[in-house]
């Protein structure tokens, strides 16, 4: 933040800064730096750091310029008129918020994660320099490159998925398989944070323009209710999801095996897709992210298996799955997070 601030007195711009976002940005945040920025009467939003500072500042931005509440933005362009000006400079390499017409607000009220897609959405300039983030932790790291490598598998598989995203979304999970442990294990490897930094912009463009799958859908109920990282949620999620997708969409996977650097040659579609998911679990636990539910102190015994499944089956990302699970499928899969 200092480098960003020093700058900014450099360059003699005033401004005020709102800290009051949490890992998982709700409604209050928004609604909080709204009335900041409207009494410091700002010309446009600067957001500095990861994806929940990124999507707060989505929504402060179709605020302004739109009115109403948040909740009136849930689902896919509801907003008419173009946002506030938006500056996004990102210090994490993994949501790709930066560069996306997505953005996720926590509804407190009804504990769910409300998934907002919508182009007004957009910022002016996006800014992704490894030298940011340098100083991640590893469990940063880890959790957001988890969370990189899910947007640009499920955007292989889902269903809006076209020539020009697949190629993106290869390159993203070829730079991750390769560069996250590297980018975990030192931070300051430099090679490794730029490398990261052009897998989550190929990942980036390409699910914002195919959309996401049931990973997503999934991971949001987890951390509107448990408050999790959602890139934890998603690490944990994907290989249970992916088994169920790959099912029903078994070719698909030979190119993310490819990419994850199995080589394919006298092997079946089935031994492919079998390889991927061995190798992103191998990978989630190289860098770290738990193995289960338990380890977060979370307990399967008060666990609501019920809601959850249903508003998952809700969510907008869910429409991109190769398939629709049931209610009891979801169950089980969330069963399987124990």
């Known amino acids: 933040m200092k480098t960003i601030t020093g700058l900014l007195q450099e360059g003699e711009i005033e401004y005020t800064i709102f800290k009051d976002v949490q890992a998982n940005p709700t409604t209050r945040n928004v609604y909080d730096a709204l009335a900041e920025l409207k009494e410091f009467n700002a010309d446009f939003i600067l957001a500095v750091g990861g994806g929940s500072p990124q999507d707060c500042a989505c929504g402060v931005s179709i605020l302004v310029t739109n009115g109403g509440k948040m909740t009136d933005y849930e689902g896919v362009n509801k907003s008419e008129k173009p ?43 996006s800014v992704n320099d490894p030298d940011l983030m340098l100083d991640m932790p590893k469990s940063l790291t880890a959790s957001t490159g988890m969370d990189a490598l899910t947007h640009a598998i499920e955007c292989i598989v889902t269903n809006g998925s076209y020539p020009v995203t697949e190629k993106m979304a290869i390159g993203a999970v070829e730079l991750i398989n390769e560069y996250l442990p590297r980018a975990v294990e030192n931070g300051h490897d430099k090679e490794a944070r730029e490398k990261m930094v052009n897998a989550i912009f190929l990942g980036g463009l390409a699910f914002s323009n195919s959309g996401l799958g049931f990973v997503h859908s999934m991971a949001h109920q987890l951390g509107a209710v448990y408050n999790l990282p959602h890139g934890v949620c998603c690490a944990m999620l994907l290989p249970i999801v992916e088994e169920e997708n790959a099912k029903h969409a078994t070719g698909k996977f030979r190119d993310i095996a490819k990419a994850l650097g199995f080589d394919d040659r006298g092997h079946s579609d089935e031994q492919c897709a079998k390889f991927a998911i061995n190798r992103i679990r191998d990978l989630s636990q190289a860098v770290g992210i738990p193995k289960n539910l338990n380890e977060l102190n979370i307990q399967e015994k008060d666990f609501d298996f019920e809601t959850l499944a249903e508003n998952a089956l809700k969510d907008p990302c869910a429409s991109g799955n190769p398939f629709k699970p049931t209610k009891e499928e979801t169950i089980e899969m969330y069963r399987r997070l124990f």
Not at 106 to 122: A, P
């Open 83 to 125: 946002g506030f000006p938006l500056i996004a400079v990102n210090t994490t390499a993994g949501t790709s918020a930066e560069v996306t017409i997505n953005y996720v607000i926590t509804d407190e009220e009804r504990k769910v994660k409300m998934v907002c897609v919508d182009k007004n959405c957009l910022s002016l300039v």
